[in-house]
């Protein structure tokens, strides 16, 4: 049995238990539609991302809601755990809801996900940073392959993963937020010497859990099987499976 495979296998058991049937499964949604910057196509990457999470057989459904505002509606509560896949640079129509859903939900319990440049989404709300742990800026290695290393082999999502290399946009600048974050991979980029930088992470926020990743450019640096596997088990830790 190969390292896919294997976890599938083992989120499959944490999920599934003895007797238990796929309705007790959590749902994730996938939300996206947005993207307010050259060179990221969210049509392409909520698919490859919906992909990735159905390999790993965590999540009685994963359903992709290609409209931000959705985030301010009844029905966005109703999921365990949310993808963001969007970057937006101005305020939704829907942005107060949307905010204050946002708290709801992680102050109910259930997770959240930021893939690549949805690090940054809500540039202008300041508690966001928080919530994410660090919050992207635009500044980064020019696309290509780089070493991800893995510094906290304790945690359940990276528990026996081994370093990779990706295929990716390498980002070194972000904003920190005030609360605790636990790094889980670093790289270190080529441009800026300055030591390395978190590629993915986790915050806990209230009751909710935060799974943070800066990886996942596109649908290719996405399919990278390190990354592929990374958010898997991320989305499954932040949705609760992992435990």
Same mark, same amino acid.
């Given at each position: ?11 499959? %058991?944490?999920?599934?238990? $003895? ?6 499964? !959590?749902?994730? /949604? ?5 993207? *307010? ?94 919530? %994410?742990?660090?919050?992207? $800026? ?6 290509? !392959?780089?070493? /991800? ?5 304790? *945690? ?88």
């Amino acid at each position: 049995m190969n390292s896919r495979a294997l976890v599938a296998a083992m989120i499959a %058991v944490v999920v599934l238990g $003895v007797g238990a049937t796929a309705r007790q499964q !959590p749902k994730a /949604v996938i939300v996206t539609g947005e993207n *307010s910057f050259n060179g990221h196509v969210w049509k392409e990457t909520s698919v490859a991302l919906k992909a990735i999470l159905d390999e790993g057989k965590a999540f009685s459904s994963v359903t992709i809601e290609n409209d931000p505002n959705f985030i301010g509606t009844d029905a966005f509560l109703g999921y365990d755990v949310a993808v963001f896949d969007f970057r937006n640079a101005k305020p939704f129509a829907n942005d107060a809801a949307m905010q204050a859903n946002i708290l709801k939900y992680l102050e109910a319990g259930k997770g959240l996900v930021t893939i690549h440049w949805a690090n940054n989404a809500f540039p202008y709300w300041n508690e966001w940073t928080n919530i %994410v742990g660090r919050s992207q $800026v635009s500044r980064h290695d020019k696309r290509g !392959p780089f070493m /991800v290393r893995f510094v906290d082999q304790t *945690s359940v999502i990276t528990k026996g993963m081994k370093d990779y290399e990706a295929d990716d946009e390498l980002y070194w600048d972000s904003k920190m937020g005030y609360r605790p974050t636990n790094t889980l991979a670093v790289a270190r980029s080529n441009i800026h010497l300055n030591g390395d930088f978190a590629q993915a992470l986790t915050v806990n926020y209230g009751n909710g859990r935060v799974f943070m990743t800066q990886l996942g450019h596109d649908a290719k640096a996405l399919n990278i099987p390190g990354t592929a596997e990374l958010v898997r088990r991320g989305t499954a830790w932040a949705a609760g499976v992992l435990k």
